[in-house]
């Protein structure tokens, strides 16, 4: 199976996919975790995509298209991709999506949700310290490792991202509707509620 999933910054897509993907044997593709690893190594590509990270606009699409070249000929969840039309034209092109979920979250929620999330520096896990708090302040639960917030999630990069998502990736979700594979989700919910929901999209049988 191969599934989508859009949503604006915070919606919850990297928690869900990471769940998803688990339950149903599915590979997590995070093009925005790809991305962090590479500006982590010092890569050419890191070095060309954090400034664009950084002021919260989208890593030119030549770039990402060529980081996820030989990537997606097996099942997977795509967290993060594609973001802009061009993107969903080339996923089309090499990959058939059998279906996309939305969630959907508004701007408020957004800014509210990504000041207080916080990241593991060691193993990339996300914490949200109104919602889902890690054991001891400033410590990963899984690993150990320190926890830090992202350059991007100060509120004025988050709402150039929300700006972005609503300019870029909103005719992506249009795109997928015409194609019949569009799902919304109210991604308020709890993480509980909402991956129950996704589940019964995607495996309706069980
Ligand atoms: P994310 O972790 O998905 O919020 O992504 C963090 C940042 O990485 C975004 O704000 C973009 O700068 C970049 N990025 C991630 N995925 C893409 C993509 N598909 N196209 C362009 N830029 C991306």
Do not use: W
Request: with cysteine; charged share 35%; glycine share 10%.
């Amino acid at each position: 199976m191969k599934v989508v999933l859009l949503g604006p910054p915070g919606a919850g897509k990297g928690t869900q996919a990471g769940l998803l993907a688990e339950r149903l044997g599915l590979e997590h593709i995070s093009t925005g975790d790809l991305l962090r690893e590479e500006v982590h190594k010092r890569t050419e590509l890191g070095r060309k995509a954090k400034g664009y990270m950084d002021r919260g606009e989208l890593v030119p699409d030549d770039l990402i298209i060529e980081m996820l070249a030989g990537r997606l000929n097996r099942d997977f969840i795509l967290d993060g991709f594609p973001r802009n039309l061009r993107q969903a034209e080339a996923l089309a092109e090499v990959a058939e999506v059998d279906r996309v979920l939305d969630l959907e979250l508004t701007e408020e929620e957004v800014v509210r949700r990504l000041s207080a999330r916080r990241v593991c520096e060691g193993c990339g896990r996300n914490y949200n310290l109104l919602t889902n708090p890690p054991v001891t302040e400033g410590v990963c639960d899984a690993c150990g490792g320190r926890l830090i917030q992202r350059e991007d999630d100060r509120p004025e990069v988050i709402r150039r991202r929300y700006r972005v998502y609503e300019e870029e990736t909103a005719p992506v979700k249009e795109f997928y509707r015409r194609l019949g594979l569009l799902a919304e989700l109210d991604g308020a919910r709890s993480i509980e509620e909402v991956f129950q929901e996704a589940l019964q999209l995607l495996e309706p049988s069980r």
